[in-house]
Every structure is written in C-alpha cells, then in structure tokens.
Nanobody, 117 residues
Framework: QVQLVESGGGLVQPGGSLRLSCAAS????????MLWYRQAPGKQRDFVAS???????NYADSVKGRFTISRDNTKNTAYLQMNSLKPEDTAVYYC???????????WGQGTQVTVSS
C-alpha cells in the first residue's frame, strides 16, 4: 500500500508560481511512476504530467513550457513547479503513483490551487 500526501496549494495571482509536493511512503520510491492530475469544478480529472525514475517527463499540452515535474528519490517526493499560472489552471491537483511491479494505482487527497486576482 502506498500513501501519498500532497501539499503546496493555495491562492495565487495570474502570472504567479506555486510548487506542489507529493510525499510517498509504503513502497520503494524508484518503483513508482509519479503523476499529477487536476480536476476543475464540474469537469473530469485530467492528466497534467508524469515522470518515472530516471525517465523523460511527459506533459499535457496545456501546461508545456509552464509546469515542471521533478522527483527527489532520496526524499521519496515528487514536485510540480507551476509558473505563469492562469485562471484556467484553477483546480484540485492530485498526485498519483503507479507501482510498476504490480500496476496498482494510488491517489493522494488533493490540494486546491486557485489562480485569481
């Protein structure tokens, strides 16, 4: 069983930045593919970014060039650096981990990001 705890959400003005963190426990971190999703009110949960250990990151077109996913395998933590934020980035952001050995997905509780002036 993998436990994920997100942090770092909040209210930010358009053009601002935030960094989300996702701390994982309960598994060998290097075996986990780490992903970020987001869900705006009334909409489906959408893919934002993903990164496996030592792999090239992958991004949704809507965030390319503005968001950066990274991971610190010594701290068992994944990050999402979000720059040049727009009001349409407002959503609950969820961390997801996939155990590559058994294919099981795990979700964090989500953290709210609000971009507004």
């Amino acid at each position: 069983q993998v436990q994920l705890v997100e942090s770092g959400g909040g209210l930010v003005q358009p053009g601002g930045s935030l960094r989300l963190s996702c701390a994982a426990s309960g598994s060998i971190f290097s075996r986990l593919v780490m992903l970020w999703y987001r869900q705006a009110p009334g909409k489906q949960r959408d893919f934002v970014a993903s990164m496996s250990a030592g792999a090239v990151p992958n991004y949704a077109d809507s965030v390319k060039g503005r968001f950066t996913i990274s991971r610190d395998n010594t701290k068992n933590t994944a990050y999402l650096q979000m720059n040049s934020l727009k009001p349409e980035d407002t959503a609950v952001y969820y961390c997801k981990a996939i155990n590559t050995l058994i294919g099981a997905p795990y979700w964090g509780q989500g953290t709210q990001v609000t971009v507004s002036s």
